[in-house]
């Protein structure tokens, strides 16, 4: 019983004005005073996007149960990817302590952590959607902790920071769309949110405060509650002791996430001039191509983690909300089908797919408005690099072969 | 997952409403930035592109007193770099210095001018040639924050005929930043080192401008941004001097590569300077763009001194041309009159105690008034003179002819003379019982502890030349300063300044004279104790003036170990009618 996929036209819609907003944005990227690079990137990021819109109409005219049957290979193999990741991998460009690239012979091949959040996704999708209820307590969270757990640990080796965090996202969210109970999200938050109040003592002791209160309140296992409290003790304590542990830039990043004029010419550079470029930007903007800025060099990674600041500062205000209301469009209707899905897996996996996306956007674009620390991670559809944009294309085609077998209504996986 | 409908719609509307929030408060921290704080940031984009470049201002323009030009600026090129921070500084200098020399002293000097102000363009060259510049044009693509600019390089058309008062340009020195007085000065600008460019800095710098240049993240500079940003140098005034230009370069001539001392021209009625000059001399456009170690380190090692200005630094005995002020002193006290003659006629020497005082002449003069002392310079009557006036009124009296002054003129660093400010100096120098009143009979003469500098001498002569009002000497045209030093009645003046021409017409310096002027002046031949195979070595001196009866200029010439003042007479005699146009006659040397 295949339905035709292409049903589900504003999802397709969306994702094709993002894409063309995006390679002109890679183009304008490329106009700079003195040519660099940078210029005729576009025409691969309009190749590796015919490509992706390929494959997303390809997984489309699939069906979600061989998606799911595929999973837990495609995660097997991705850890595997992973693994020899971290004995092969190369690094490039500004970042070339990270061996975040599959190269063989010397050709980068690609990024596999984007494709890993798609995979990771999915096979998170299939075991939570094993379980009639979701789970009430952090014991049965073993096994979904395990299968984010495992690649995540890897992609902190490497060490990428950004696409960690993105894990955590995904994570999060699809523990909520599941059915968590929030106290237990925040519960198992909690030494995360210790370590990093840990460098205030006063908020450490609120915090630790409201932590005893939710325990109480919550009741978990004793065992748990034990161990929660002393996770956020030894989170509060050893985290000066870990700070040690960063790697120089790691630490810079978040320092400077913390007060960006603290070390203008490195980091701190970066997002100072990604604010000016914004804010100079204006209302209306400089026009197409004609950012000062980015054309005179200020701007840097103005193709990639930086993009969204040509937005700003070539279309102005109008181009920025435009963008995000784009932006919203393609989550609202992700939500969506997420809740119009025909299963629990199908739910789940759009939802992570979301949620990863989410991440993306605002960690990205909060990032060129210093809201955000500086953590490399692209933005979807916009910023450059093939990898990406097919691990995007083909989280689209998931989406619309899910959109597809719905039921269109919510409450289909009853019936 | 739990899987009821109504959890479903529950968690999407969560899930709605959370991604509503948070797209919309991005949207709201967009707009705050572009919109509300745009112009903050369209300010900051601005400055971001634009690097200031400083325009070095055209130092004033100095002119004689008939507009010939003294110093004037030529085109040169400056080679300053924009570097981001050391490391890149350092980078760039070791770059450079693969394609042109630089010595290690130029790239110490450009990395301390850096750590001086880092936001200024470091400059590296102050003074490139054409074939560096070309070479460096040549390699531009890989030194994109490499600034060549065309900046005003002072050149000096008469080199070292001027050198003795206009000084010299250089680097402003870290010990120059560093003081109050060159307070708003930047590494690597120019400053005056010496003579009137140092006197006149304030000046003759004028006012550095600004240009403003787009630049790339790089520092390559992109395009010459607005120019209504810039600020255009303000070029220094000019700088009218007294100096007669052409008589100036005739005193250096006069003086050439062998004579070794100083001479000043003045005008009496204001002055003004006509010539000053210290020999020997040395090039003041070598100096220009930083000194070469090796002439510098020539100037330094010559035992002539060439760096010590002989004019207003070097300090000399006076010898017989200080009678004058013994003379003043006496007459205006009323001790003596022009007719008086002394109680001991010369016989070629003078006992005193149990002391025998030399004249000069060891023939003796005789029973002479102290007109005819003054042209035969007996130093028997002015022993005497001397004693009548007494060792507590002639110290008073020098003082109060300005002769423990400096002179005041417009050069930095004079050097003040030497004279005992009173009786008291002796007890002090020498211990209550350690000196005796012959210390009068030196002092009356010149010796003694008694050293002046040639200008101060010309100073207090311009007083005789006049009525007793010593103009304060000045380089700069400004408006003239004239002290009362003392006070005689006409006949007095008259009397002395007929004596003075007497020196010339039937006394020492009969050499000196010169067809149809009548001149005026006092020879010396001061005794220095420095003995070369026996023979003393003196100082030759002679001051004047001419014409005797109405006089336009005072002539100053010291010759420092130059023997006979009959010498110094000569050379100032041949400058006075270089200057009234008229020629010397030579005539019989006679002794000074």
Known sequence: MFRNTLTDYPLAATAIALSLFGVAIVYSAGQTDIPTYVAPLWKSQLMWLCLGVLCAWGIGNSSVRLIEWVTWPAYLLTLFTLASLLVLGTGTGANGHMRSWLAIGGHRLGQPAELAKIIVVLMLAKVLAERREAPKSLLELWKPGLVVGVPFAMIMLQPDLGSAIVFVGIFFGMLFWSGVPWPLLVLLASPVVSLVLSFSTGLWGAWFLVLIALVLWYKPYLLEGIVLVVANVVTGVVAPILWEKLAPYQQNRLKVFLDPSADPRASGYHVLQSKIAIGSGGLLGNGFTLGTQKRSGFLPEQHTDFIFAVVGEELGFIGVALALALFLALLLRATRIASRANDSFGSLAAFGLMSCWLVHVVVNIGMTLNLMPITGIPLPFFSYGGSFMLASWLGVGVLLRISGEGRGHAGALLS | ?592
């Not at chain 2, 074939?131 to 050149?155: A, M, T």
């Open chain 2, 1 to 592: 997952m739990s899987v009821h409908p109504n959890d479903i719609a529950r968690r999407s509307r969560v899930a709605k409403a959370g991604l509503a929030v948070v797209i919309l408060s991005l949207m709201g921290a967009f707009f705050n930035a572009q919109v509300l704080q745009h112009d903050r940031y369209k300010l900051q984009s601005q400055e971001n592109r634009l690097r200031a470049l400083p325009l070095a201002a055209p130092r004033g323009i100095i002119y004689d007193r008939f507009g010939n030009i003294i110093a004037e600026n030529l085109p040169g090129y400056a080679v300053s770099i924009a570097p981001v921070n050391t490391d890149s500084l350092k980078s760039s200098l070791q770059h450079l210095s693969s394609v042109i020399s630089l010595s290690p002293d130029q790239i110490d000097a450009a990395l301390r001018r850096y750590r001086r102000d880092p936001n200024r363009p470091t400059l590296i060259m102050s003074d490139a040639s054409m074939s560096v510049v070309s070479v460096l044009e040549e390699h531009r693509i890989n030194f994109p924050r490499l600034i060549i600019q065309s900046v005003p390089k002072r050149f000096y058309p008469d080199g070292p005929a001027v050198a003795s008062f206009v000084g010299y340009t250089g680097e402003v020195t870290d010990a120059d930043l560093n003081s109050p007085a060159y307070e708003g000065y930047k590494p690597g600008q120019l400053v005056g080192k010496g003579g009137i460019e140092k006197e006149y800095e304030k000046v003759l710098r004028g006012r550095e401008g600004v240009r403003y240049d787009e630049v790339d993240a790089r520092g390559r500079q992109v395009r010459q941004a607005t120019p209504r940003l810039d600020l255009n140098p303000e070029p220094g005034p000019p700088l009218h001097t007294n100096i007669d230009l052409d008589l100036q370069r005739y005193v250096a001539a006069v003086f050439g590569d062998s004579l070794v001392g100083g001479a000043i021209a003045l005008d009496p009625r204001d002055g003004g300077v006509l010539a000053l000059y210290s020999a020997p001399s040395y090039d003041v456009n070598k100096f220009t763009g930083g000194i070469p170690a090796d002439y510098w380190k020539g100037l330094l090692a010559d035992d002539r001194r060439p760096l010590v200005n002989k004019v207003t630094q070097g300090r000399y005995p006076p010898g017989s041309t200080f009678k004058l002020a013994t003379a003043v002193t006496g007459l205006e006290d009323g001790l003596v009159t022009l007719d008086e003659h002394m109680p001991v006629p010369c016989t070629g020497g003078f006992q005193y105690g149990n002391r025998y005082f030399k004249c000069w002449d060891k023939k003796g003069h005789g029973s002479i008034s102290l007109a005819r002392a003054i042209e035969v310079s007996c130093d028997v009557y002015f022993y005497q003179l001397g004693l009548k006036i007494g060792l507590s009124r002639m110290i008073a009296g020098g003082i109060s002819l300005g002769l423990r002054d400096k002179s005041g003129i417009d050069l930095p660093d004079e050097k003040r003379a030497l004279w005992p400010y009173a009786v008291d100096y002796y007890n002090k120098t020498y211990g209550a019982r350690g000196w005796s009143n012959a210390v009068t009979l030196n002092l009356s003469i010149g010796q003694g502890e008694n050293s002046q500098t040639v200008v101060n001498m010309a100073k207090f002569y311009a007083a005789l030349a006049t009525d007793g009002k010593a103009p304060t000497p000045e380089i700069v045209k400004r408006a003239p300063v004239r002290t009362q030093i003392f006070k005689l009645d006409q006949q007095q003046m008259d009397g002395l300044r007929t004596a003075l021409a007497g020196v010339i017409g039937q006394g020492t310096a009969q050499s000196a004279r010169i067809q149809g002027i009548m001149l005026a002046g006092k020879t010396g031949t001061a005794q220095t104790g420095k003995r070369v195979n026996g023979v003393e070595l003196n100082h030759a001196w002679f001051v004047g003036f001419a014409p005797a009866d109405k006089p336009t200029i005072v002539v100053a010439v010291m010759l420092e170990y130059g023997g006979h003042g009959g010498r110094a007479a000569h050379v100032a005699s041949s400058i006075i009618a270089h200057y009234l146009k008229v020629a010397p006659v030579t005539a019989v040397q006679s002794e000074g």
